[in-house]
């Protein structure tokens, strides 16, 4: 899709001066966190009906609920922590890229949260959230990195503001899954579970969709980033031979910051002098 590329590029050669705010892709970004956050903030309710009102998991009380999601937080967390840090670290350095990630995260995290319309025992519940918890720490890991390279090309001037656009639609859709997934009916606990995995499954295509855009947009700016290092390389290796050449003609051409002192190495090759000498 050379053609396609290249019409990505060339849209984005005015944006050096526009806002974040008003940036498709960033946009595009923000609407699938939005989904997720529908999912995800409705799923905060879902657990509680689904353990209070399913006799299968034998819990008597509401204390002996609020117990159990609480326990069933712990795989959750040290799952979600160990896969955003050291698993997506080590994932990164054995060469699978952030896109890879993105969708084997996101479709692990929609699959358990439909699993859940499947649990009847305790035991399926720290699974799922397990599994779940090693899904949205992946996808997340991920996740930040991705807009990187777009950002550092097109917003350089707007980096902090560019990486939060997304996060409003977030804490928006977190606000309204709690109040939306009921709605699903008196079965909302089994059936919202099904519904989030939905979501957030089309939330993750979206973002891959907007991976595709972001590499067409920055494809070339690998080669312009290697030509600048070897070009940035072979100034730095001239300028240390000259100052060693410099250095064994003249050891009184230097002062103490090491700085060429321009009477004693007038006669020496060309270089910029810079410092004062006594």
């Not at 967390?77 to 840090?85: D, E, K, R």
């Not at 009921?182 to 089309?202: A, E, K």
Request: a positive charge; glycine letters at 12%; aromatic letters at 12%.
């Amino acid at each position: 899709m050379p053609a396609m590329a290249d019409m990505e590029q060339a849209r984005y050669k005015t944006k050096k001066t526009t806002s974040p705010w008003a940036e498709p892709v960033f946009l595009q970004m923000g609407a699938s966190y939005f989904v997720f956050g529908l999912g995800m903030g409705g799923s905060y309710v879902l657990i509680a009906n689904l353990l209070t009102k399913e006799e299968s998991f034998g819990l008597l009380g509401d204390e002996a609920v609020a117990r159990t999601i609480g326990l069933t937080q712990i795989p959750y967390g040290v799952a979600t922590l160990f896969m955003q840090t050291v698993g997506y670290l080590k994932l990164s350095q054995a060469g699978v890229s952030e896109v890879v990630c993105i969708a084997i995260g996101g479709t692990l995290m929609a699959c358990t949260t439909a699993g859940f319309y499947f649990s009847s025992v305790i035991w399926h519940i720290f699974v799922l959230y397990l599994f779940n918890g090693v899904g949205i720490g992946l996808f997340f890991g991920a996740y930040m990195n991705l807009p990187n390279a777009f950002i550092a090309k097109y917003y350089p001037h707007a980096i902090a503001q560019a990486r939060g656009v997304p996060f409003p639609f977030l804490n928006f859709g977190l606000m309204l899954g709690p109040v939306l997934l009921p709605f699903l009916g008196p079965n909302s606990y089994h059936v919202g579970w099904v519904v989030s995995g939905v979501l957030q499954f089309c939330a993750t295509m979206n973002l891959l969709i907007v991976a595709g855009k972001i590499a067409r947009a920055t494809k070339w700016q690998a080669g312009e980033l290697s030509s600048k290092l070897r070009g940035g390389a072979t100034q730095a290796l001239a300028l240390a031979k000259l100052q060693a050449m410099q250095r064994a003609h003249n050891l009184d051409a230097w002062d103490e910051k090491g700085t060429p002192c321009p009477k004693e190495a007038k006669a020496l090759p060309a270089i910029s002098y810079v410092g004062n000498c006594g």
